[in-house]
């Protein structure tokens, strides 16, 4: 079966395809503006989107689960619309479509040969859950229960649940936790399973909240409630449409699982702050199945932070009312160029301390020409010639009003403001070929960036790139150039403010190959940031894993930064999973060492479930 398939235009068989679905579930949200699967809307169970599609169909490939009645019922949802290819080809390059094609025709011709069906198999514990959430809210049919054993963690083994229940309200899951207490039954909550620790799965139920989606906005008292089924995507979007801006983690994240896992964190966490920054109450149902409020008097202390320890879960967190930004019509965002990184932090933290700009990062290289190129090709290609020819090797990323952007100016550094980023976007395909480069690194060799003073360049930039949808869409399956070159046309696909309130360009850095971070919060420290650096790397190349710099951003008036530096790994690769595994237990080490020998380290991992703390107990206890 596995070699006898129709292979998809990236060479792949649709069984490979489907080993390779990052399961960042992207495909809930409709973040291109091409809709979202129909089933999935309806029916809520991951298996109705195409990530469960993904992930049911290399189980039935390698057996190890039966057709059952939900599976047919599955394969039959899918109308072939082809979203998917439009979602999943923009972050991975991948068409999943193929997939989907190949599932249906898996399932029909298993009918035809005569293939029994396995029927549901009821049991006490289900029918007593589905008295709680209702007949279509519970199940323990294979076909679904398969596509829960997963998440993004590398240093965990899948799962296959018992059973999968979704919960429609507090009062649900309050009863399901006493069910499961009183039967000694282990439970996961579940977000959209992008836990990097292993947290996602269990063996027990799987408790999915994703039906959970309310949104109350009190714009008035300038905080909105969530539902703990809401992601990122689409409550930035709804809180846009009103004038307001969230501190928003990765797209399809879901809000009150980010802020229990570990806390929200951005660029735009140099002014919104982090952790209990963003927070004005939450909801919780604890271990026992009773209800409290983080307001509440008699409730634990989520504020304080334990270091270095492991903390238990709360309990379950049911919403969360979080703080609603100002906007002003004068925002932009801007790139400044720099050919060190030294350089680089002493310009973030100098302008964290002035309070100039709304949001800052530092990114390098790979992250920026990832972010840019619509294929793997491309992102290689540009690269180089950052480097080489514009002599870019890291980038600071700049979101502010035109006060602060003026400011930046005035301070003398050049730097790619909005309508240069457009030409170099779109204009992408030209860049790589383009002969001219050669005069621009000339201007620049006695000082950095000088072009980019000339008050002509932008004009010549734009017309030596010839930037459009069309030439940008080039690069892309024919096929699916017209779709990207409508897409591309839409401004906000160029507009740095909102590719950094929404984080949509940040999904691609995974595409290729998935990546394990290492974060950690300490000051702006050229000496301590790049020893730390340099010992990442050591334990990257010791165990061969493909490595480099993640990001950094400033927080608390740039006394200290968000430090991720990334690992990639193939999780198709058993070989590979080993030494990741033995890379995370290194790093993981190396940070609890400098955060005994330092005192202002602070690992990422030890954030778990503190996502309420102070920032202050996090990071100065």
Known sequence: M?????????????????????????????????????????????????????????????????????????????DLCGKCDYQCYFLNEMRPTKV????????????????????????????????????????????????????LSSISDPKIPDYVVMPDTKEEISSLVKLFNKNNITYTIRGNGQNLLGFAINEGVIIDLNRMKTIEFDEKNWLVKVGPGVAAFDLQKQAQ???????????????CANIMCSGIMSTFSTTYGINADNIIDAEFV??????????????????????????????????????????????????????????????????????IGLALGIVGTEYISVFLSPTKKMASEIKSIFVDKLNIHWLVVVIGDKYAI?????????????????????GLPSLKKAQWLDLVKELSDDEPYSYLKIKSF???????????????????????????????????????????????????????????????????????????????????????IDHDFGFITPIDNGKRCIFEYDFFYDYN?????????????????????????????????????????RKENLLYS
């Open 2 to 78: 596995k070699n006898n398939v129709n292979k998809t235009d990236n060479g792949q068989t649709p069984y490979e395809t489907a080993r390779n679905c990052r399961h960042y579930a992207m495909c809930k949200i409709d973040f291109l503006g091409s809709g979202v699967c129909d089933s999935g809307l309806e029916k809520h169970f991951v298996s109705y989107y195409p990530q469960g599609r993904m992930i049911l169909y290399e189980a039935l490939v390698e057996n190890k689960i039966p057709i059952t009645e939900k599976c047919v019922e599955i394969a039959d949802s899918c």
């Open 100 to 151: 989907m094609e190949a599932l249906k025709n898996h399932v029909e011709t298993f009918i035809k040969e005569g293939g029994k069906i396995k029927p549901p198999k009821e049991d006490r514990m289900l029918t007593e859950i589905k008295i709680i959430v209702g007949e279509n809210w519970a199940t323990n049919d294979e076909a679904i229960t398969i596509t829960y054993s997963h998440d």
């Open 241 to 255: 449409k009103r004038g307001f801006r969230i501190n928003a983690a990765e797209p399809a994240a879901l809000v």
């Open 286 to 355: 604890n271990k026992e199945g009773s209800i409290f409020s983080l307001n509440d008097i008699s409730s634990p202390n989520l504020y304080s932070y334990k270091n270095l320890e492991h903390k238990n879960s709360p309990g379950i967190c049911i919403s969360a009312s979080i703080k609603l930004h100002p906007v002003t019509d004068d925002e932009s965002g801007i790139l400044v160029p720099f050919q060190t990184l030294e350089n680089a932090l002493d310009f973030i933290k100098d302008c964290a301390i002035r309070h």
């Open 406 to 426: 003026r400011t930046i100016g005035e301070m003398g550094f050049p730097f790619f403001d909005q309508n240069l980023f457009n030409s170099l976007y779109l």
């Open 458 to 544: 932008a004009e010549l930039f734009e017309t030596a790139l010839s930037p459009s949808p069309a030439l940008y869409s080039q690069e892309i399956d024919k096929e699916l150039r017209p779709f990207f070159e409508k897409l591309f046309s839409r401004q906000e696909m160029t507009d740095l403010v909102w590719l950094n309130m929404y984080r949509i360009m940040s999904t691609r850095l995974g595409r290729k190959k998935p990546f394990l971070p290492a974060l950690m919060y300490l000051p702006i420290d050229n000496i301590l940031i790049n020893e730390l650096s340099d010992k990442f790397r050591l334990i990257a190349e010791k165990h061969q």
């Open 573 to 613: 690769d058993p070989d590979d999973i080993q030494r990741i595994r033995k890379v995370a237990t290194e790093a993981n080490m190396l940070i609890d060492d400098y955060s005994v020998k330092t005192g202002k380290v602070k690992g990422h991992p030890y954030v778990l479930y503190q996502g309420f703390c």
